[in-house]
């Protein structure tokens, strides 16, 4: 059964630091991973897909890489603004379900 | 061009009360989900469709069905609702299994 953890559950850093956030996957055999942002109250918005054939995938300053061997995925924020603050989720899909199986998630907090 | 919306977005509902909660989608997706949000548990897949006219089980199918008699609709209905189904419930939908996943705003219910 395909399990996808987030480390670390929550994250403070100040404005203008980069950063990583992490994603692991127990079975290698996906589709892709998506990345996405939600703020408090809202939807999920879509940041970044990544197939199973691609390494890494860039959108503005957001860089998402891809390892299936090691089972891991890695969102960079670059440059990071207060208005990147809000929770971070990957989905993984794929594995014996073909189902999109969600990380809990990574609380961001940028601070001015 | 609304995306994916949700009705209602907030709903209180006693024990044994029953509601339809209505998701509809104009980027004519042939595939649509819901998913139930909980503190803790990330979201969990509820029931899913790959087109219009079929249904299928996700990962949390009791006390939930679902129909899609149209393609751009997709129901979910709580029978007899319990306080254990007060959750955030999204809605989301795809091109296919290797697209991304856009999501609705979500409908916030609470089950007294």
């Known amino acids: 059964k395909q399990e996808v953890t987030q480390i670390p559950a929550a994250l403070s850093v100040p404005e203008g630091e980069n950063l990583v956030l992490n994603c692991s996957f127990t079975?290698?055999?996906?589709?892709?991973l998506q990345w996405f942002r939600q703020d408090p109250g809202k939807g999920l918005t879509s940041l970044l897909l990544?197939?199973?054939?691609?390494r890494e995938q860039t959108s503005g300053r957001l860089n998402a890489s891809l390892d299936k061997s090691s089972g891991r995925s890695t969102l960079y924020i670059a440059a990071s603004q207060p208005g990147d603050s809000a929770t971070y989720l990957c989905?993984?899909?794929?594995?014996?379900?073909?189902?999109?199986?969600f990380g809990t998630g990574t609380l961001l907090a940028v601070q001015p | 061009n609304a995306g994916v919306t949700q009705t209602p977005k907030f709903r209180v509902l006693k024990t044994g009360q029953s509601m339809t909660l209505l998701c509809a989608q104009d980027?004519?997706?042939?595939?649509m989900y819901w998913y139930r949000q909980d503190p803790g548990m990330g979201l969990r897949l509820i029931h899913y469709s790959v087109g219009e006219g079929t249904t299928a089980k996700g990962e949390v199918p009791d006390g939930y069905n679902v129909s899609r008699l149209k393609k751009q609709n997709f129901l979910l209905g709580l029978e007899s609702a319990a306080p254990s189904q007060t959750s955030v419930y999204f809605c989301a939908t795809t091109r296919d299994a290797y697209y991304e996943q856009y999501f609705g705003p979500g409908t916030r219910l609470t089950v007294t």
């Open positions: 989905a993984a899909r794929g594995g014996a379900t073909n189902k999109l199986i």
């Open positions: 079975d290698s055999a996906i589709y892709n």
């Open positions: 980027m004519n997706h042939e595939y």
């Open positions: 990544i197939q199973s054939s691609q």
